[in-house]
């Protein structure tokens, strides 16, 4: 099947501002033309009628715990979650067992993922040796096998002579450093401290632990010339200073996860240890500021963080581990604000594809335009259904959405010009 012909799909791809009806033909795994009725006898047709192509998800957050815990994930397992959520580009993080700070981890993910085949898996590298926050890795020799950008996730770097340092260094050899920004001796609890804390007697996580790092690493971006890219954020005032240091000139990015965007710390009641992430879900006026900051750009993209964990790791709240699975319903999720009017569609798709791989200077997705490789995801809006059993792709099922109603459906998710997911 080396010709694929989609016809009359709602074309959508903000990279060239296109919001249309038309067709798209692949060839030999490029995209090779955009138009209003294009014709191919010997292409595999898809009729897409009331259905949107856009641009494949790029996923610059995920947790396929490969080395080292595939009880929970494993490569091919994320990356089935991966086609299956429209994602044919995803960034892994190196809290790995060993962890990504060698170049013979990266490279063990990297020939992994291509023996698989089905979408692209990039490796981030770990700043620190161990992710231990006490010395710094070789930048130089893990961008060179394949890390695309360098972060302890997991762990916040809280040493800012090491920060500083890793934001000249990684500068330097044309990268970036992403931090988990949670001040650890603040954040030692298990949920946001507010109400549901209270109530419940829980020992919480103050949003200051967020803000006070958030602010640290904005200055030293500031004033290094380093990129900093500020990974699910979740606070009010987390916001404000980003905002700020844009404004300022200072080369920050930052994601926000949907569960952020949706929840607050009150799902602890319903999905307990379910609801239990790092950073914590928070409060609604912090969780309003974020749509506001994903309204004015201030957000720059979406991830999930994807965090798979086992059922016996999501007992007790006080026991569990933090963290949700989150690629196969960041769709639907994401479509919720959009029917909420909260941003438009093409702006969902930018967050979801052209905005993270400009942010990794990623080329050959992210867009539609023509001669580009044929990484495209189409979906319908409209369809209704749920994560289950039979549904979900991940080993794991540790999300507050399992067996709830979504609405909005990937059907076929195409890698380099093949179908790689398909569901009609
Ligand atoms: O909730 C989380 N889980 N936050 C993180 O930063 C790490 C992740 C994990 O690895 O499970």
Aim: net charge negative.
């Amino acid at each position: 099947m080396s010709k694929i012909l989609i016809k009359r799909a709602r074309l959508i791809d903000p990279s060239q501002n296109l919001d249309k009806l038309g067709d798209v033909l692949i060839e030999k795994g490029r995209i090779k033309a955009i138009g209003d009725d294009l014709f191919e006898l010997e292409a595999y047709v898809i009729e897409a009628k009331g259905i949107v192509a856009c641009p494949s998800f790029v996923d610059l957050h995920v947790h396929f715990r490969d080395p080292g815990q595939e009880y929970k994930e494993d490569l091919e397992s994320g990356m089935r979650c991966a086609v299956a959520g429209g994602y044919t580009t995803v960034v892994c993080m190196p809290n790995t067992n060993p962890p990504i700070d060698s170049p013979e981890v990266a490279q063990y993910i990297i020939r992994k993922a291509e023996d698989i085949g089905i979408c692209r898996v990039l490796p981030t590298g770990a700043i620190t040796k161990g992710r231990k926050g006490k010395e710094l890795v070789d930048f130089y020799s893990l961008k060179k096998a394949g890390c695309v950008a360098f972060t302890d996730d997991g762990s916040p770097l809280m040493d800012s002579k090491l920060m500083q340092r890793a934001l000249e260094l990684t500068a330097q050899v044309g990268s970036l450093v992403m931090n988990h920004c949670e001040d650890d001796r603040l954040a030692y609890g298990h949920i946001n401290e507010g109400y549901v804390s209270s109530l419940i007697g829980l020992s919480s996580r103050h949003v200051s632990a967020e803000d006070v790092l958030i602010a640290r690493d904005c200055i030293l971006a500031y004033y290094t010339g380093g990129h900093v890219h500020l990974q699910h954020i979740s606070s009010r005032l987390a916001v404000d200073i980003i905002r700020f240091f844009k404004d300022k000139g200072a080369r920050v990015t930052c994601e926000v996860n949907p569960y952020h965007l949706l929840f607050t710390e009150e799902e602890v009641l319903n999905s307990y240890a379910n609801a239990k992430v790092n950073p914590p879900l928070r409060r609604e006026e912090d969780r309003k500021a974020l749509l506001e900051a994903l309204r004015d750009g201030t957000i720059d993209c979406v991830a999930t963080d994807h965090a798979p964990h086992a059922v016996w790791e999501k007992g007790s709240l006080q026991g569990a581990m933090p963290g949700m699975i989150g690629l196969q319903t960041a769709l639907p999720m994401m479509l919720q604000l959009v029917r909420d009017g909260i941003i438009s569609l093409s702006h969902m798709v930018g967050l979801m594809s052209c905005k993270p791989a400009r942010i990794l200077g990623l080329e050959d997705c992210g867009s539609l335009k023509e001669g580009y490789k044929a990484n495209l995801v189409l979906f319908d809006t409209e369809r209704e259904w749920t994560l289950s059993e039979e549904t979900n792709f991940s080993k794991s099922k540790n999300t507050p959405l399992w067996n709830k109603p979504l609405k909005g459906k990937v059907v076929y998710t195409i890698f380099e010009g093949r179908i790689v997911y398909k569901d009609v």
